[in-house]
C-alpha cells in the first residue's frame, strides 16, 4: 500500500475515534452536582441548563466531524481529487490560475459541509440556550464577509507560495517561511485597524470611573497601549470577554459590551490584569515564535514531500503540480499539525497559570479574579468538571475549578 494513503486513512480513522472517545468520556464527567465552589453562581435550573448545552454541542460537533471525515474519505477513495485537479487543469491557464481553481473547488466543498452545522449550532442550540443574537442577515454577511477574506489573503498567500516552489525549488520553503512571518507580523499591525471593524463597531470607553481605574492600574504597572475600546460583540452572542488588539505601544484594549454590563468594577480590572500578565511575560512573543519554528519544520517537510510521486499516486493524480503537491502535503502533515497543537496547548495552560497570578495582583484581591472566573464560567456554561484527557488535548486553559484552587493556595502562602 502507497504510505501516503496509509497515513491519511490511519490519521482519518484514528482521529475520528480519539474525538469519539474523548468527548464521550468528557460528557459522562458532567455531573448533576453542582461543585460547592459555584453555590450562587448557578442556581438548579442554570446549572442543569450549561450541562445540557454541552451534552448538544458534543453531539453537534461528533456528527459535524463524522460528516467531514466521510465526505473527505469518499472523495480520497471515489476519485475526488483526480476530478478537480482535471476541471482546475481544463480552466487553468498556468500552475497559478490552477492551483487556485483546484484549492478553491475543495475549500468550497468542505466549507459547504460545514454549513448547516454552523447554522444548526447558531440558530437552535445558542438560541434555545439564549446566547444567540445574530439575525440571519448578520450570519450571512459574516460568511460572504469571511470567504471574500479568506479568499483574497488565502489566494493572495497561495498564489505566491505556488509561484516561489514553482521557481526556486528546494531552496523555497525558507523563502515562503520568511514571507509568512512578514505576513503575518504585517496582520497583526493592520487586523486591529483594517479587518476587525469589518465585523464589529469599536467605541472609545467613556470618561468614568471605570477608564479612570483602568488607566490608574496600567499606569501602576507600567503598561505602555493605546486606548480602551468597547466592542459591540452583543451583536452576535451574550458571552462575555476582553481582548488586547494590536501590540507594542499600540496595543488597545478591548472590552465585550456584554462584560460590562456582567462585571462590577474589580472584576473588569482583575481580568485586564490577567491579560496585561500575559504581555509582560512575554507570552504572546514566545507563543509567536513557537509557532513559526512549527511553522518552518513543516513547510521543510512540506518541500520534501511535494517531489515524492507517490504522494500524487496516493490520492490518484496523474500529473505531479506544485499546487496539489502543497494541498496533499497537508493532508500528510496534519498528524505532526495536531501534535503540535497539543503541545502548544499544554505551553498556554501554564502561561494561563502565569497570568492567574496577575489577575489576583491587584487592589481589589484574589477574589476579584475569582469572581471574574466564575461569573465567565457561569456566563459561557463551561464545563466544570471536564476529563483530563479533554484538557490535555483540547484546553487552552485549565479548568476553572483548577484555577480557582490554584489562586486560593497562592494567596494563603503569600500570608
Ligand atoms: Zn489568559
Keep these: 500500500m502507497n504510505p501516503y494513503l496509509a497515513i491519511v486513512l490511519v490519521a482519518l480513522l484514528g482521529g475520528w475515534l480519539l474525538r469519539l472517545a474523548v468527548d464521550y468520556l468528557n ?31 458534543t453531539r453537534l460537533g461528533g456528527l459535524r466531524e463524522t460528516a467531514a471525515d466521510l465526505l473527505l ?42 454549513l448547516p452545522f454552523r447554522a444548526y449550532r447558531v440558530f437552535r442550540i445558542e438560541e434555545k440556550f439564549g446566547f444567540n443574537r445574530m439575525t440571519a442577515k448578520t450570519f450571512i454577511l459574516d460568511l460572504v464577509k469571511g470567504a471574500l477574506l479568506a ?70 504597572r507600567r503598561f ?23 501590540f507594542g505601544a499600540f496595543k488597545k484594549i478591548v472590552l465585550f459590551d456584554t462584560l460590562l454590563k456582567k462585571f462590577g468594577l474589580p472584576e473588569i480590572v482583575a481580568v485586564l490584569a490577567h491579560e496585561m500578565g500575559h504581555f509582560r511575560r512575554r507570552h504572546v512573543l514566545l507563543l509567536t515564535a513557537w509557532g513559526l519554528a512549527a511553522q518552518g519544520l513543516l513547510l521543510f517537510l512540506l518541500s520534501r514531500l511535494i517531489s515524492d510521486e507517490r504522494l500524487f499516486a496516493a490520492f490518484r493524480l496523474e500529473n505531479a503540480s506544485v499546487y496539489a503537491g502543497i494541498i496533499l502535503s497537508g ?6 499539525l495536531w ?35 466564575k461569573t465567565l464560567a457561569a456566563d459561557n456554561l463551561t464545563h466544570l468538571t471536564p476529563h483530563p484527557l479533554k484538557v490535555v488535548l483540547e484546553y487552552s486553559h485549565p479548568p476553572v475549578l483548577e484555577r480557582i484552587r490554584l489562586l486560593r493556595s497562592q494567596a494563603s502562602q503569600s500570608f
Excluded at 73 to 102: Q, T
Excluded at 151 to 176: D, E, N
Design 151 to 220: 479568499a483574497i489573503i488565502g489566494g493572495i498567500m497561495f498564489s505566491a507560495v505556488i509561484a516561489i516552489f514553482g521557481r526556486l525549488g528546494p531552496a523555497a520553503w525558507l523563502i515562503c517561511w520568511a514571507a509568512l512571518a512578514l505576513f503575518q507580523i504585517f496582520v497583526a499591525f493592520i487586523a486591529p485597524a483594517a479587518i476587525l471593524p469589518l465585523f464589529n463597531k469599536f467605541t472609545p470607553l467613556p470618561e468614568g470611573e471605570l477608564r479612570t481605574a483602568i488607566e490608574d492600574f496600567a499606569r501602576s
Design 331 to 336: 493532508f500528510i502533515l496534519s498528524p505532526l
Design 224 to 246: 505602555r497601549m493605546k486606548g480602551i475600546f468597547t466592542m459591540d460583540a452583543s451583536r452576535r452572542s451574550a458571552k462575555s470577554n476582553a481582548f488586547f488588539a494590536g
Design 27 to 57: 460528557l459522562r464527567r458532567l455531573s448533576p452536582l453542582l461543585p460547592e465552589e459555584f453555590a450562587g453562581v448557578y442556581d438548579a435550573e442554570r446549572y442543569r441548563k450549561s450541562q445540557e448545552y454541552l451534552r448538544e454541542t
Design 73 to 114: 474519505a469518499a472523495f480520497l477513495l471515489l476519485g475526488g481529487f483526480p476530478a478537480a485537479d482535471g476541471i482546475a487543469r481544463s480552466l487553468g491557464r498556468g500552475p497559478v490560475s490552477s492551483g487556485l481553481i483546484f484549492a478553491a473547488i475543495l475549500a468550497l466543498l468542505f466549507e459547504a459541509a460545514h
Design 339 to 373: 501534535t503540535f497543537g497539543v503541545l502548544e496547548r499544554a505551553v498556554s495552560r501554564r502561561f494561563e497559570r502565569e497570568a492567574d497570578r496577575d489577575g489576583a495582583d491587584t487592589p481589589f484581591g484574589t477574589e476579584a479574579f475569582v469572581a471574574a472566573l
